[in-house]
């Protein structure tokens, strides 16, 4: 099927690596005009190179950091100046660190709402109006899991990401008429080089393994392409009547009916 992307100007975030590139290489694929967004310049650039001879597509590598309130605005008066608007945006990043909450003090949770919260507030805020003046687009983030099951040691992740999850319920319904989405994906276990640094934190990362895909209803750790499909979809005009939800990828691993 054809998601109808090409010729689409799309802004990835932390798409140097992990589930942000994949995004970023499946857009590509579909003939998307894809920026990437990193921290680091150096691996940011390599991967946009990448990514070039992967797709062939139209790829535009510009380094921020999305805690920085300056970079976000930055970013996107950037994309409009080199591409002539947005259509979609895709908030990927890293995370906040782990840790019991008694443990973090108020500069911690600052710089996590920053990092979770505040990045998608500022990068809808300031790509919203681009979208509305092209007739449309879409916005979509993407949390984690333990947003919807927490998971003792993700508090900072979970706190910041509901509120990333109320926003973008609230925004769907301000922004809906002017047929723009915004849907939130929550991935389950991912295979990444994150993931794999969780696991040899952990000692024995194989024994961990095992026991997280014995958890997994389809019996596998998800892989980046399962994420950057859906996100792919639900970001084109195939996904346009689909807002305001939050939807896990996850091989079935959340236990909840809602
Ligand atoms: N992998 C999983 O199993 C899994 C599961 C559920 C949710 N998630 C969530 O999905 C997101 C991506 O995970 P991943 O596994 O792909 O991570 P990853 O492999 O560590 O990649 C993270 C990417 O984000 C960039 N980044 C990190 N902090 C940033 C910042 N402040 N501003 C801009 N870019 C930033 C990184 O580049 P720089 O460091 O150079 O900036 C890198 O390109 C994270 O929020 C993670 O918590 C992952």
């Keep these: 099927m054809d998601l109808g992307l090409k010729g ?27 920026v990437m967004t990193a921290r680091r310049e150096p691996a940011l650039l390599k991967a946009a190179e990448q990514l070039r001879t ?33 259509d979609i945006l895709v908030n990927n990043d890293g995370a906040p ?30 790509s919203v109006p681009h979208m509305a003046k092209r007739g449309g687009g879409s916005i979509l983030n993407i949390a984690a ?45 991912i295979e990444t080089q994150r993931l794999e640094k969780v696991f040899t934190s952990q000692g024995d990362s194989e024994a961990m393994r095992a026991s997280l895909t014995a958890e997994i209803p389809m019996r596998r750790i998800g892989t980046i392409e ?6 792919a979809m639900l970001v084109s005009p ?9 939807i896990a990828v996850d091989g079935g691993l959340l236990r909840s009916v809602r």
């Excluded at 600052?110 to 809808?124: D, F, G, I, P, S």
């Excluded at 399962?226 to 996100?231: E, N, P, S």
């Excluded at 195939?238 to 939050?246: C, D, L, Q, S, V």
Aim: hydrophobic share 45%; proline share 3%; glycine share 12%.
């Design 8 to 34: 689409k100007i799309a802004i990835v975030g932390g798409a140097s690596m992990g589930i942000g590139y994949g995004i970023a290489r499946a857009l590509a694929a579909e003939g998307a005009r894809v």
């Design 54 to 86: 992967e797709t062939g597509a139209d790829v535009l590598p510009i380094q921020g950091d999305g805690r920085r309130a300056e970079d976000c605005a930055r970013v996107v008066e950037t994309v409009v100046s080199k591409f002539g608007g947005i």
């Design 238 to 246: 195939r996904g346009r009547y689909i807002t305001g939800t939050t």
């Design 97 to 126: 660190p782990l840790g019991d909450l008694a443990t973090f003090d108020d500069a911690a949770w600052a710089k996590a709402v920053e990092q979770n919260l505040m990045y998608v507030v500022r990068m809808a805020r300031h």
């Design 145 to 189: 899991l333990s947003a919807l099951q927490p998971a003792v040691g993700f508090g900072l992740s979970v706190a910041t990401w509901n509120g990333v999850i109320g926003f973008a319920k609230t925004l769907s319904l301000e922004i809906a008429a002017q047929n723009i989405n915004i849907n939130t994906i929550c991935p389950g276990y």
């Design 226 to 231: 399962d994420v950057a499909h859906a996100v």
